[in-house]
């Protein structure tokens, strides 16, 4: 390798001039690569250039995991093999160089051979969509690469940077226990009764009754030492010699990794404006989503003196390249050996760093990085404040050193090195012995999410005292820099650590911390609380630490010190309950059993194809976007010229280009495929260009210029209804006689409650593949989409062209949940009508932001209701109004706010009932169906005025629900006769699961001992109606097909979406074919094999679809019955052979339509449902009342889906529902600027629930003996309804703060609006530290965000 030193020549970007060879290893193959572009990212090259689609993008910004790959690179140093994974979405392509890349395709694979880490997630049901799953494969498998026998408390830490959308994260981690010194499987050998894994306590308990979905004894052995070595060459690469000076040059950026301190110092000096790169964990996001170009790249990574780590006598200096992962390393061993009173800023350091994102980021980033990036929200900026650290700066012409104080941090993301300076090192000082020092940092969160408020102080006594001698409060997230209160700390000096000096802080940091009304982030009395709640837990700390050091305080009463307690996640447990299917059944006949996703082992492996993983066409071209940047305005003009000239640009698309229709939309045509004169939201798409690549696409978006005249934009509800700007129709539906129930009533109480929306946030953002074929006007398309009709449909009308000439395939999607059922059709009609103009096959998958950008998601909705109660708690009289942000157009709303009012008593029977369904027009993406499709925001508002009328009774909610329920034979207040009704068996059985009255009495009891942390405890039904409500779509069709051979080859009109539809439907094939599923087979879904199809929704997929291949399972059966006859000894090939020898046709299609629907709002008459799916859940959780964080202590579900076709998948679907709703109820939040604009889009800021949110005891239990005579092989459906339950956590947490309410005098009902986020809990508790932070007077000032 050659060594070099550059020239301020090597840095221009000239054409034609060379790059060095970058030389690295996949998966043991070597690539040498000899135009390595700087910008471009491993994953890009991975899925691009080397074909290799296993590893995924899910969001480009390190925030979900599904791009993890392992890196192992030799340490020449310390002689040893480091194998960390990182996200490659944000490794570049030039940090690689001699480094070995495993992916997901190089561990293992169905073909040659699986890795256990493969097989075990598959097989314990870990994968539903597979979207996640290489991600989180490639997370364990890292692990166990440095780790063979990991605690679970690794594993768990290990997936801090991994999100799944689909299986409620459970059985992923009960897969990967088999590997762990906790759960590793016995081998079948542990237990007198068969292997540990299989046998639970419960199974013990009901011998019918089964407790374990899969068999570890059935694993595969894992031994580590049969893992794929690292390459021998790559080894003497690296040990042969040093790895000299690198220089690569792309398009727009020359990327320069010197190889000594001075040859960087020199070129930071020649090239002040060159970005210094490490992790490029925060660089990575300024180009990718803050438009930022470096045209010079400084790569400082393996400089020996930024890697250094020096144990000095005053502390421990890291170089400023070392990794955080490194570092805690570090720390931790320092922790280990050194006297405790040294270590209080090391474990301060460490606190930050368990909850600092992901550990894919921390493997890469740098301390350094985090220190100049100058974030104001950095979680370790505070504790090396308050800490007093010093940094090493250095230029070419020497070092100096800065000590980290308040004169560091010059403004927003500025510090006080000069440009020619760069960060050498930090040094971390030994904390004195009479010094204490605290981090803290509170985010939606926990888990991989940046800081609301983060904060570290440190406090240094006289020694022997409680006088203090040195205060240093240092905050993030109240100001454009991290800050020191400095006012308050001067105040306090020399004052004894008590009651006094308490309050003076709190008084005098609720003056000093002080926020504009307006502040970018929102929650302004929030964020000031918590400066004061976090005060609060630092005194009682340092009380009970003084005390322990033997210094005379008050003592910390019993009731407060949870509130000082450090949350250590517990690590979760778990039983799932199904009846197992009788003995002596046919192993043939599968339905009924716990079998994997058919398509499980192949997402394990990587090689499941997704619509994005379809091999590049050779003349195929990139479509990106061209959207509204404003919420209502008229074009003025649209000017491409500065696009069209750029690198790669083929064209651009606009309405004109349309030759059919541009009216478009699900079921109005009241949207347009392109904007041609006015836009009604931000994200409305305008147009589109074409190019080469993405990123040229990209880049050319981004120059073409729109200027518009800004009209007046309408955005929440409470600004539609002021407006009176509603959609038609208003939908009501009455019962009884709600003037006689009021007066009935003993009380009349009125409230209302809003309910946020909802991202869909499917791991797979939207994406299609339009291939014109060249004949008649021929298209084909690959779509990720729920409706393969709809789409054909609307393709057809935009291109003008009959329906028969275009062909919608759908192989699978990486998760839809109901934002794939509408919205991905204007994005396909725009694709294709790219493919028509340029007669060459395009492709586009939105990046995650332009997905959450423009394609909806769930309607926020606002109720408003009245309701009148005996003084038994019985309801009698109920008038409710919801409104809906239904956003520019009318997409799917009617139906989802029909869906509300049909569920707004949700399982509780009132006998004078009215509900209005209003339906806002706003300038906001069009909301659309989202699993529940209203259901959920319909009955969480009958909870709501369930819970208050148990609160102003003071009665307990369980009593008052339980007297409240619905009982058998009675109606609907759509009229509906509730008939196998198995509610009160799953309130019984969930009641006696969970040990509802005990529980009671230990939360009450544990919210009498504690004041600062209150238990909450709530049991909650469901009732959701199965069918969908627009009658026509109540119909399926299925196409079987038997080939010579016997295979059977099956199609239906289903999609398959992770929920394991194609599963269930090959268990119904082979238990009507009396054959094993192997012999079936789904190759996917299209709309030239079952045409007309409905989009696979409503839940009610498994029984349309299901009695549809029923149907032709039977056609062919009874085709088939003369060779079985004449044959009954013979196999199944032999009777196919026989029919096929006598001209018997070996192929049908089948198909099936509800009977007995029909609703009619005008009469409320018909029926609304084929049946009902019943659940109840039963939650408890613990609040921290002073930073409003959460823990789901625990949640029991019994839910009746009839006689499962599969217990593995409908326990998914339940666990992955809940999940979601968890998510829905108690962390999503989208948030909108007053302009309409959304200002959360993507992983970074927008929260879904993460592998530590699940309850750490969850329990799901499916109802025994429960068929259901309407729908296939007496199941139910799913899919949906399981999802309220998760309000059983919110008014848990409801629960919760009324008892911190209560110690401060308030009781009755009180407003929590959804989601009860750590903001509105805290919020909630009001007390003496909420009270001295009020909040600023509404219209007053402009919010950051509005509640839309
Ligand atoms: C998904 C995700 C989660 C995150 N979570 C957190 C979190 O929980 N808490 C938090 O605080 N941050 C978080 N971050 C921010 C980021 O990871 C950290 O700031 C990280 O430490 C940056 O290190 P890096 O090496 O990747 O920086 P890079 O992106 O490589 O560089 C960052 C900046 O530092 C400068 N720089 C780096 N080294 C030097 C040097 N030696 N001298 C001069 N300048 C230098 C660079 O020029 C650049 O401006 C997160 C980021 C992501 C993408
Ligand atoms: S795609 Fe890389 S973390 Fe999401
Ligand atoms: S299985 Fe995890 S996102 Fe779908």
Redesign the pocket.
Same mark, same amino acid.
């Given at each position: 390798m050659r060594e070099t030193s550059f020239t301020m020549a090597d840095t221009e970007t000239r054409s034609g001039s060379t790059s060095d060879e970058l030389i690295f290893f996949v998966n043991g193959k070597k690539i040498v690569e000899r135009n390595a572009d700087p910008e471009t990212t491993l994953l890009t090259y991975l899925r691009r250039k080397l074909g290799l689609t296993g590893t995924k993008l899910g969001c480009a910004?390190?925030?979900c995991g599904a791009c993890t790959v392992m890196l192992s690179r030799y340490q020449t140093q310390t002689q040893q093999l480091l194998h960390f994974a990182v996200?490659a979405c944000?490794a570049p392509l030039c940090s690689l160089h001699l480094v070995a890349v495993t992916t997901v395709e190089g561990i293992g694979s169905v073909a040659r051979k699986l890795h256990p880490v493969q097989e075990r997630i598959a097989k314990a049901h870990g994968s539903q969509c597979g979207f996640c799953t290489p991600g989180i494969v490639m997370s364990m498998y890292a692990l166990l690469r440095n780790n063979p026998k990991p605690k679970m408390a690794d594993v768990e830490e290990a997936f801090h940077?991994n999100l799944c959308r689909c299986t409620g994260y459970r059985p992923i981690l009960e897969g990967y226990k088999t590997f762990t010194v906790e759960g590793g499987c016995c081998g079948g050998r542990g237990r007198e009764n068969g292997c540990c894994m299989t046998n639970g306590n419960e199974a013990e308990k009901h011998a019918d009754e089964a407790t374990s979905l899969f068999k570890a004894s059935d694993f595969a052995p894992f031994d580590p030492t049969q893992e794929v070595i690292f390459p021998p060459e790559l080894m003497s690469l690296t040990k042969g010699q040093r790895s000299g000076s690198l220089r690569f040059r792309g398009d727009r950026v020359v990327w320069l990794q010197p190889d000594s301190l001075d040859e960087f110092l020199r070129l930071?000096w020649e090239h002040p404006d060159a970005?210094? #790169?490490? /992790? &490029?964990?925060?660089?990575?996001?300024?180009v990718k989503f803050k438009n930022m170009v470096y045209p010079v790249v400084?790569a400082?990574a393996f400089i020996p003196e930024?890697n250094a780590v020096t144990h000095t006598p005053d502390g421990i200096v890291f170089g400023?390249?070392c990794?955080?992962s490194h570092m805690g390393e570090v720390l931790k061993q320092a922790v280990e050996t050194l006297p405790p009173h040294q270590t209080e800023v090391f474990l301060a350091v460490l606190e930050?760093l368990r909850?600092?994102?992901?550990l894919q980021?921390?493997n890469?980033?740098? #301390?350094? /990085? &985090?220190?100049?990036?100058a974030?104001p929200?950095?979680?370790?900026?505070p504790v090396f404040m308050a800490a007093g650290c010093k940094l090493t700066?250095m230029d070419k012409d020497g070092s100096r050193d800065v000590q980290m104080d308040d004169s560091f941090f010059t403004g927003y993301r500025k510090t006080t090195?000069r440009p020619q300076?760069?960060?050498?090192s930090i040094e971390i000082p030994h904390s004195k012995k009479s010094q204490f020092v605290s981090a803290y940092?509170q985010?939606p969160r926990r888990e991989?999410?940046?800081?609301i408020v983060?904060a570290a102080m440190s406090v240094t006594f006289t020694p022997g005292s409680d006088v203090v001698e040195d205060l240093r409060l240092s905050y993030?997230g109240m100001a454009a820099t991290t800050v020191l209160a400095k006012k308050t700390a001067n105040r306090l000096l020399g004052r004894r650590w008590g009651e006094e000096l308490l309050q003076e802080a709190c008084s005098s940091l609720a003056e000093e911390m002080t926020l504009d009304p307006s502040v970018p982030g929102g929650m302004v009395t929030y964020r000031r609380t918590l400066t004061l709640s976090l005060f609060y837990k630092f005194y009682l700390t340092v009380l009970q630490k003084l005390r322990a050091q033997g210094v005379s305080v008050d003592e910390v009463t019993s009731d407060c010190l949870s509130a000082a307690e450090i949350y250590h996640p517990e690590t979760a447990s778990s039983v799932q309950i199904y009846q197992a299917v009788p003995e002596g059944r046919s192993q043939d006949d599968a339905v009924g059993r716990p079998m994997m996703h058919l398509s499980a082992l192949k997402q394990a492996t990587g090689e499941a194809v997704y619509c994005d993983d379809v091999p590049l066409y050779e003349n195929e071209l990139y479509l990106v976007l061209v959207t509204s940047s404003k919420a209502h305005a008229k074009i003025l003009s649209v000017d491409t010229s500065a696009a069209e000239c750029m690198p790669g640009v083929v064209c651009c698309v606009f309405a004109d280009d349309i030759p059919g229709s541009n009216a478009t939309g699900p079921i109005a045509y009241d949207e347009t495929v392109l904007a041609r004169h006015q836009v009604t939201c931000v994200g409305h798409i305008i147009g589109a260009v074409v190019a080469d690549t993405q990123l040229h696409a990209q880049r050319a978006a981004k120059a073409v210029k729109i200027q518009y005249e800004e009209l007046q934009p309408v955005v929440t509800i409470q600004e539609a209804i002021a407006a009176q700007s509603f959609y038609q129709p208003i939908r009501t539906i009455q019962k009884g006689d709600l003037e006689a129930g009021f007066k009935q009533a003993d009380h009349i109480l009125e409230g209302e409650m809003h309910i946020g929306g909802q991202e869909h946030f499917y791991l797979e953002t939207n994406v299609t593949l339009a291939v014109p074929r060249g004949e008649d006007g021929e298209m084909e398309l690959f779509v990720s989409t729920q409706s393969a009709s709809k789409t054909q449909s609307l393709v057809a009308k935009a291109l003008g062209i009959p329906a028969n000439r275009v062909v919608v395939r759908v192989k699978r999607m990486g998760g839809g949940f109901g934002g794939k059922e509408s919205r991905t059709t204007i994005l396909s009609t725009v694709v294709a009508v790219a493919a028509n103009k340029l007669k060459r096959p395009v492709r586009c998958m939105l990046d995650r932001d332009e997905d959450m950008l423009i394609t909806g998601g769930r309607h926020p909705f606002y109720g408003k209701y009245k309701v009148g109660y005996l003084n038994s708690g019985k309801v009698v009289a109920l008038d409710v109004s919801y409104y809906s942000n239904v956003g520019n157009s009318m997409d799917l709303s009617l139906s989802v706010m029909e869906r509300a009012l049909f569920h707004m008593e949700n399982s509780y029977s009132v006998a004078n009932v009215r509900g209005h369904g209003y339906l806002c027009r706003t300038n906001l993406p069009s909301n659309t169906a989202f699993r529940g499709f209203g259901g959920p925001q319909g009955m969480m508002v009958a909870e709501n005025w369930m819970m208050d009328v148990a609160q102003s009774l003071g009665r307990p909610a369980e009593e008052v629900r339980r007297l409240n329920l619905y009982v058998e034979g009675e109606s609907t207040p759509y009229n509906q006769i509730l008939d196998q009704f198995t509610l009160d068996r799953c309130w019984d059985e969930c009641l006696s699961r969970c040990g509802y009255q005990e529980r009671r009495a230990a939360v009450d009891l544990y919210n009498r001992q504690n004041r600062w942390t209150k238990r909450g405890l709530a049991i909650v039904p469901t009732k959701f109606g199965i069918s969908f409500t627009a009658v026509f779509l109540n119909q399926a069709g299925a196409l079987v097909h038997i080939y010579t051979d016997g295979s059977v080859l099956m199609t239906h009109g289903g999609t398959e979406m992770g929920q394991g539809l194609h599963t269930k439907m090959v268990q119904v094939a082979s238990r009507v074919l009396g054959i094993s599923c192997s012999k079936i087979h789904i190759s996917e879904t299209s709309t030239n094999t079952v045409p007309n199809t409905s989009p696979t929704a409503a839940s009610a997929s498994s029984d349309l679809n299901g009695a549809a291949v029923q149907n032709a399972c039977e056609i062919l059966m009874k085709r088939l019955e003369p060779y079985k006859t004449q044959n009954p000894k013979g196999s199944w090939e032999d009777w196919v052979r026989a029919a096929y020898f006598d001209r018997v046709n070996l192929s049908t299609s089948g198909f099936y339509k509800t009977p007995d629907l029909g609703y009619d709002f005008d009469t409320n008459s018909g029926r609304a449902f084929n049946y009902f799916s019943y659940g109840v859940a039963c939650s408890e959780v613990e609040i921290d009342c002073l930073t409003g964080a959460h823990k789901n202590l625990s949640t029991t579900i019994v839910m009746d889906v009839g006689h499962s076709l599969n217990p593995a998948i409908d326990i998914g679907q339940v666990e992955g529902a809940f999940m979601q709703g968890l998510g829905l109820f108690t962390l999503e939040e989208l948030h909108y600027s007053p302009r309409g604009v959304l200002l959360t889009r993507g992983?970074?800021t927008y929260k879904i629930p993460a592998f530590g949110d699940i309850p750490t005891h969850l329990t799901v239990s499916l109802l025994r003996d429960a068929p259901n005579e309407k729908a296939i092989f007496a199941s139910k459906a799913v899919g949906e309804p399981p999802l309220f339950l998760a309000a059983s956590v919110f008014y848990a947490i409801k629960d919760a703060i009324s008892a911190a309410r209560a110690e401060s005098g308030i009781s009755g009902p009180f407003r929590l609006d959804s989601p009860a986020s750590a903001e509105r809990i805290r919020n909630a508790c009001c007390d003496q530290f909420t009270k001295l932070c009020p909040p600023a007077e509404p219209g007053t000032f402009t919010p950051w965000s509005v509640q839309v």
């Open positions: 910004e390190g925030g996200n944000l940077g930071k970005r210094v #790169v490490v /992790g &490029n964990t925060e660089v990575g996001i300024e400084l400082p930024l400023a390249a990794t955080l930050q909850w600092f994102a992901g980021i921390r890469v980033a740098a #301390v350094g /990085g &985090n220190i100049m990036t974030s929200i950095s979680d370790l900026n700066v090195l300076e760069v960060l050498l940092k985010s991989d999410d940046i800081s983060t993030g992983p970074g």
